[in-house]
């Protein structure tokens, strides 16, 4: 779990990155309006896909390059970044399997498949349990905490739509929170996997293993 450990650089470069988030949604709302940044198929919605899609290729990368309960978080990631992907991503019906995704099927066959195999890596990888029980207790994933509470603030914004000056004005708020909550996570996604790789690099050279390098 060392590769999930971060530092104060970590920190810096994170909220760096959601403020340039955040001044790029009001970009788009200055230049589109509310209504046009944050609807379906707008531009927070596809960059919110983008940012998913690569915290997705990039945490395979890290499981790949990983053991133990380094591995197993990444690999967590990866079917949690499925399930936001596949939430937001929103396809125009115009067939058979697209009319599908937009079914609640789709959605109690998406439940089955990733309890199908999440549960069974679970099973089998019980004992690494407490190292992600020392990971929690130690604060050290406030990453999964900022993020978490993003999202809290955009289910908190789509609840208080009726109550803003214009409708459109609580869904850009609710769009805006959740693609700065993925944005924590593809933050976390590029520093695990270049931990990762260092510490594969560090393996492969016969080397002593030593705590990964963190962003300080």
């Given at each position: 779990m060392n590769t999930f450990s971060v530092g104060r650089r970590f920190a810096g470069w994170t909220f760096m990155a959601l403020a340039v988030t955040l001044a790029l949604a009001f970009a788009a709302a200055g230049l589109l309006g509310y209504e046009a940044a944050s609807i379906e198929e707008g531009p927070l919605e596809r960059a919110q896909e983008v940012v998913l899609?690569?915290?997705i290729f990039l945490f395979?990368?890290?499981?790949?390059?990983?053991r133990g309960a380094?591995?197993?978080?990444?690999?967590g990631m990866v079917l949690l970044c499925i399930v936001f992907f596949l939430r937001e991503l929103e396809l125009p019906v115009s067939g058979p399997v697209t009319a599908y995704l937009h079914t609640d099927t789709f959605r109690l066959h998406e439940t089955i498949a990733l309890l199908a195999l999440g549960?069974?890596?679970?099973?089998l990888r019980?004992?690494?349990?407490p190292q992600f029980w020392a990971y929690a207790?130690?604060?050290?994933?406030?990453p999964f905490v900022l993020s978490a509470a993003l999202v809290g603030l955009g289910a908190a914004a789509e609840a208080m739509v009726p109550h803003f000056p214009v409708w459109s004005m609580g869904v850009f708020f609710e769009e805006t929170f959740e693609t700065m909550a993925y944005v924590v996570l593809a933050c976390l996604a590029v520093h695990v996997m270049m931990a990762a790789f260092q510490q594969y690099q560090m393996q492969a050279a016969g080397t002593m293993p030593q705590p990964v390098t963190r962003l300080r």
């Open positions: 899609a690569l915290s395979v990368g890290a499981a790949i390059y990983q380094g591995r197993m978080a990444s690999f549960l069974p890596y679970l099973a019980w004992r690494l349990i207790v130690s604060l050290r994933g406030w």
